[in-house]
C-alpha cells in the first residue's frame, strides 16, 4: 500500500485505553487509515480509501453493538460486540 500527500491526524483514546490515531484527507475530510497504540504493528485501512476494495477481504467484525440492524454482517467472521481483547495500553 501507498500513501501519497500529507494527512490530518486527530488523536482519541480508545474504550481500552489505548491511543487511536485517524488520518484523514485535510481537503475533503475522508478518512484514510487509522493507528492504535495497543497494536503497533497493525495499520487500519479505510475501505473507502481504497482504488479497489475488493482486493483486501474482512478478518472481524468489531462495534456489533452501535451497528445498524439492516447491516448484513457475514456470519463466517468473528464478531465483537467493542473492540477485541488487544495489547495493554502504553
Do not use: H
Amino acid at each position: 500500500m501507498k500513501v501519497e500527500g500529507k494527512v490530518t491526524q486527530w488523536d482519541k483514546r480508545a474504550d481500552s485505553g489505548n491511543m487511536v490515531t485517524r488520518a484523514f484527507c485535510p481537503t475533503c475530510g475522508s478518512p484514510a487509515y487509522s493507528l492504535n497504540s495497543g497494536t503497533p504493528e497493525l495499520f487500519f485501512v479505510r475501505a473507502a480509501s481504497l482504488d479497489d476494495p475488493s482486493r483486501f477481504a474482512p478478518q472481524m467484525i468489531v462495534y456489533t453493538s452501535s451497528g445498524f440492524s439492516w447491516d448484513y454482517l457475514d456470519p463466517a467472521l468473528p464478531r465483537f460486540e467493542k473492540m477485541p481483547p488487544m495489547a495493554a495500553p502504553r
